[in-house]
């Protein structure tokens, strides 16, 4: 796939996350897609489980704002730096947490994406306010 297609999903997944849109940003997934949100942690396999995942993130009213796209040469991969928010999953108070991340996805030549790894550490989130 083109580098101007490959990154257009990779901003479809951003503005469909931000308006909620889960079934959406599922479709966007290879059926058999590896999700690994953030690296280090269990990979997620299967769209079934990432809408699990990405249902919590839903819930918590995540706002991401996307950054530079950078495409490789392999014709199937795409980065794109991330900023945003969300509510602090369990609180009761509408706290919130911004946070900065590097998304590394593969996208197949149908324009799914089949692999996604989100770079993060525990000094990329902060407490808002």
Request: charged content about 25%.
């Amino acid at each position: 796939m083109d580098e101007v297609r490959r990154k257009a999903v990779a901003l479809e997944y951003c503005r469909l996350l931000n308006a909620g849109d889960l079934e959406g940003v599922l479709a966007l997934f290879a059926p058999d897609v590896r999700f690994e949100d953030p690296v280090g942690s269990p990979a997620l396999v299967g769209r079934e489980a990432v809408g699990r995942h990405l249902a919590a993130a839903v819930a918590a009213g995540i706002e991401e704002t996307p950054g530079v796209l950078t495409a490789a040469l392999d014709g199937e991969s795409v980065t794109l730096a991330v900023t945003g928010t969300m509510a602090v999953p369990g609180a009761a108070d509408g706290s919130r947490v911004a946070f900065r991340l590097v998304s590394v996805m593969r996208v197949t030549e149908e324009g799914l994406i089949r692999e996604a790894r989100v770079i993060a550490g525990r000094s990329d989130v902060t407490p808002v306010g």
